[in-house]
């Protein structure tokens, strides 16, 4: 049973015990959520930032351009 250079490939697997198993839960919770939250600001909150910045110096702009033709 022993193929590619000596090592077993159909040894036997042991099952995580509750402890190992809930902190890979918590793990991959933390990790998938990390990973949706960076997509989400990423997606969303970024080019809202950006978009509100940009209209807001559009309209500092217009006020001052009015305030100079007064």
């Known amino acids: 049973m022993y193929y590619f ?3 077993n490939y159909f040894k ?3 099952m995580l015990d509750f402890s190992e198993f809930s902190g890979f839960l918590l793990f991959m919770f933390i990790f998938t959520a990390g990973f949706w939250l960076l997509i989400f600001l990423l997606t969303f909150v970024v080019p809202y ?3 509100g910045t940009i209209w807001e110096n ?3 702009k217009r006020e001052a351009k009015k305030a100079a033709n007064k």
Do not use: A, V
């Open 5 to 7: 250079c000596g090592i």
């Open 58 to 60: 559009m309209k500092l």
């Open 49 to 51: 930032w950006i978009g």
């Open 12 to 14: 036997e697997t042991q």
